[in-house]
C-alpha cells in the first residue's frame, strides 16, 4: 500500500513569510494529488488539485508542485487567516485509496 | 450550488452500527464519486470510502470488514453503516463530492459511540 506522509509536522511563521510544506508518496502516485486547508472547528477546504491546478477562489499566494513521489504546496506571502491544518491526500486508484497525510499545522510567530 | 448534508444519530452505543446519510442537492449523485471521511478529535482527516456513479465501492483497508456504502438514487441520497463500532469511531463524518478531488463538503456530524 502506497503511505503518504508530510514534513512538518507542524510550523509557525510571520506574516509575509513564504511558507513550504512537503507530502511525500511511498510510490508514485502520478498527477493525483491534492492539498487542503482545514482552520479550527471548520470543514476541510480544496486548495489544490492535480498537484498543481488552484481551486477557483483561492487565492494565488497558494501554489503546488512536484511529481511521482514528492510534493510541495507553498504560501508565497503568509496571512494570518492562513492560520490552519493543511493535508495532502492521493486520489489515484492503487491501494490503500484516496488516503489522507498525516497534516501540516500551520501557526503564526 | 451543489450543497451536502450529513444526519443520522449522534450518539452510538458500542458494538452496535453507525448509520449515516448524505443527502446532496443541487447535483445527481449518478455521477462523479461520493465519499465518507472522519475525524477523531484532535487528529488528522480519514478516507472512509467512496461510491462511483451510484455503483462501485471502494473502502479504506483498515475499516473495510465494517464498512457499507450504499446510494438512493431515487432519494439522491448515499448512505454509510459502519458496523461493531468501538469508542474509537468517535468522530465527526464528512459526506463530500470527490470528483475525484473532494471538491464539496458536508458540514460534518460528530458521532459519539458510547461504552
Known amino acids: 500500500d502506497i503511505q503518504m506522509t508530510q514534513s512538518p509536522s507542524s510550523l509557525s511563521a510571520s506574516v509575509g513569510d513564504r511558507v513550504t510544506i512537503t507530502c511525500r508518496a511511498s510510490?508514485?502516485?502520478?498527477?493525483?494529488l491534492a492539498w487542503y486547508q482545514q482552520k479550527p472547528g471548520k470543514v476541510p477546504k480544496l486548495l489544490v488539485y492535480?498537484?498543481?491546478t488552484l481551486q477557483s477562489g483561492v487565492p494565488s499566494r497558494f501554489s503546488g508542485s512536484g511529481s511521482g513521489t514528492d510534493f510541495t504546496l507553498t504560501i508565497s506571502s503568509l496571512q494570518p487567516e492562513d492560520v490552519a491544518t493543511y493535508y495532502c491526500q492521493k486520489y489515484d486508484s492503487a491501494p490503500p485509496g484516496f488516503t489522507f497525510g498525516p497534516g501540516t499545522k500551520v501557526d503564526m510567530k | 450550488q451543489v450543497q451536502l448534508q450529513e444526519s443520522g444519530p449522534g450518539l452510538v452505543k458500542a458494538s452496535g452500527t453507525l448509520s449515516l446519510t448524505c443527502t446532496v442537492s443541487?447535483?445527481?449523485?449518478?455521477?462523479?464519486?461520493w465519499a465518507w471521511t472522519r475525524q477523531s478529535p484532535g487528529k488528522g482527516l480519514e478516507w472512509i470510502g467512496y461510491?462511483?456513479?451510484?455503483?462501485?465501492?471502494n473502502y479504506n483497508p483498515n475499516l473495510k470488514s465494517r464498512v457499507t456504502i450504499s446510494a438512493d438514487t431515487s432519494k439522491n441520497q448515499f448512505s454509510l453503516t459502519l458496523t461493531s463500532v468501538t469508542p474509537a469511531d468517535t468522530a465527526v463524518y464528512y459526506c463530500?463530492?470527490?470528483?475525484?478531488?473532494?471538491?464539496?463538503w458536508g458540514q460534518g456530524t460528530m458521532v459519539t459511540v458510547s461504552s
Open positions: 492535480d498537484v498543481s
Open positions: 461510491i462511483y456513479a451510484g455503483g462501485s465501492t
Open positions: 443541487g447535483d445527481s449523485i449518478s455521477t462523479y464519486y
Open positions: 510510490q508514485g502516485i502520478s498527477s493525483f
Open positions: 463530500a463530492r470527490s470528483v475525484p478531488a473532494f471538491d464539496i
